[in-house]
């Protein structure tokens, strides 16, 4: 172990908007049923064997969906892994060995145990995934993280009490579920503008990570530095360079030849095809996993060595990846998480989480770009003429709920009902969806929805209307009003 030479400091940022009761399948709560059963539950009983130091944010609006699954929710869910799933996988293997294709039968009957064994997973935690976040981060070493309450691009809310409604919405429901808020804060989108950091620290905030590589270059030292603001919260630098190891499309290691192929799929859309189109065999992938692994561990220890030779001093070196990445995108991503572990106690390379990685290294003062982590690294996904229309509605509406909360509170009702519609009208997936084509129409029919319930909430609380029944069930439920009904 070299602590002279600095630390990695793994990230996963764990998010899914409010689909919960919003249609299913193509688009809508089948894609949070698909995360429970391929990236949550197991990456729960991965922490919880590998005890290694992991900070994981986990955003407010995926577990205010995570706690219905004791009750309708669930029932849903497990109608889905333990009819949908098993019938689809055995109908799609039925008709491979029909048509020949028996090695590719074979493994769709393999992949079938994996919703079995999620089945098995989310009723022996009593469908309380929640719970078990919580346990991993009271006994360490996994770092919980907080965020905004619904993913809002924070630098795009047009006033004070908004952005304060995101962030104290968010913190209060973290503080509530993990019993503290640790001091770590997921910017969504990694957005940031120069000034936001003394927001955050009004909150009580202690640090975030910023992706600066448009500043300093990509695979620059810099990008090693933690930064401590003016507000005295430390800005940690994600390390693109090593980022794209695992996420660039084209040569990152979810592209080998022989890990699952996301994008073709059966008539039911299962994935028994490698990427190059021949049956996939998971001890291929494994033997490959383990592979990149090292590599991955390696280029992090030379990255790390090379700082700390430049500059005569540790660094933090910071990797931040979509949880959902890791299980899904890539099938076999907690295959090799799991085998980074390994490989960092058998190569010395120290792991540490956020907070304990800034206790180590010496914090630079620098002034900070605005960013993101979206394409150019700026907003164009999420502001530009293809989501106007999108970013003036979540505004305006925005505008309308601080302007009628100054002149009226009653009913209450009325006022909670069209708080939430807005957190979930500037949700930042929506417009990420429309950008990248990601999913028809549907996130247009879901602003237009709490486009339509926000209306109506505030016609309750300026008349005598009244407030409609909320769609969105356990949205924000430590829903924090202070920002708007503060004098």
Not at 172 to 200: I, N, T, V
Not at 381 to 400: I, N
Request: glycine fraction near 10%; charged fraction near 25%.
């Amino acid at each position: 172990m070299a602590r002279g030479r600095g630390a990695l400091a793994l990230v996963l940022h764990t998010h899914m908007p409010y689909v919960e009761g919003f249609d299913t399948w193509p688009f809508g709560e089948e894609w949070l049923w698909e995360a429970v059963a391929t990236v949550y539950l197991p990456l729960i009983g991965l922490l919880e064997e590998a005890e290694a130091p992991v900070t994981l944010g986990l955003t407010p609006v995926l577990c205010d969906q995570l706690e219905t699954l004791p009750g309708d929710a669930g029932a849903r869910l497990e109608r889905f892994l333990d009819e949908t799933r098993r019938i689809v996988h055995a109908e799609d293997s039925r008709a491979l060995e029909q048509s020949g294709e028996h090695e590719l039968a074979a493994e769709l009957r393999r992949a079938g145990g994996d919703y079995e064994r999620a089945l098995e997973g989310l009723r022996a935690r009593e469908g309380k995934p929640v719970d078990a976040f919580a346990q991993l981060g009271a006994r360490g070493p996994v770092e919980l993280w907080s965020s905004a309450a619904t993913h809002a691009l924070l630098p795009m809310l047009a006033t004070d009490p908004g952005l304060s409604l995101q962030i104290a919405t968010g913190i209060a429901a973290h503080e509530l579920r993990f019993g503290g808020l640790g001091g770590g804060f997921w910017l969504p989108e990694c957005a940031y503008e120069p000034g936001l950091e003394r927001d955050l620290a009004d909150h009580g905030v202690r640090a975030f990570c910023v992706e600066q590589t448009s500043a300093h270059g990509l695979g620059a030292l810099e990008q090693l530095e933690p930064v401590i603001t003016a507000a005295g919260v430390a800005a940690v630098p994600i390390d693109w360079a090593t980022v794209d190891l695992v996420w660039k499309e084209a040569t990152g290691y979810p592209a080998h030849p022989a890990y699952r192929d996301y994008h073709r799929r059966t008539i039911h859309d299962l994935r028994p095809w490698s990427t190059v189109g021949g049956p996939y065999r998971p001890a291929e992938a494994r033997a490959v996993a383990a592979e990149h692994a090292r590599d991955f561990v390696g280029r992090c220890t030379q990255r790390l060595g090379a700082y700390a030779e430049d500059r005569g001093r540790p660094g933090l070196l910071c990797c931040a990846l979509d949880t959902e990445l890791l299980g899904h995108w890539w099938y076999e991503g907690q295959m090799w998480l799991r085998l980074v572990f390994e490989e960092a106690r058998a190569q010395g390379l120290d792991l540490v989480t956020v907070s304990e990685g800034l206790e180590r290294v010496p914090l630079v003062e620098r002034e900070l770009v605005a960013s993101t982590w979206g394409e150019g690294k700026d907003r164009r996904t999420w502001d530009s003429p293809g989501v106007a229309e999108a970013a003036f509605a979540a505004r305006g509406a925005e505008l309308r709920t601080v302007a009628a909360a100054a002149a009226t509170r009653e009913p209450a009702a009325a006022l909670e009902r069209a708080a939430r519609e807005l957190l979930a009208l500037q949700a930042s997936d929506w417009a990420f969806q429309v950008t990248r084509e990601l999913a028809g129409d549907y996130p247009l029919q879901r602003l237009a929805a709490h486009a339509a319930a926000h209306d109506a909430a505030l016609g309750a609380l300026a008349g005598s209307a009244p407030v409609p029944e909320p769609a969105v069930r356990n949205l924000a439920p430590y829903l924090d009003l202070a920002p708007l009904t503060a004098p």
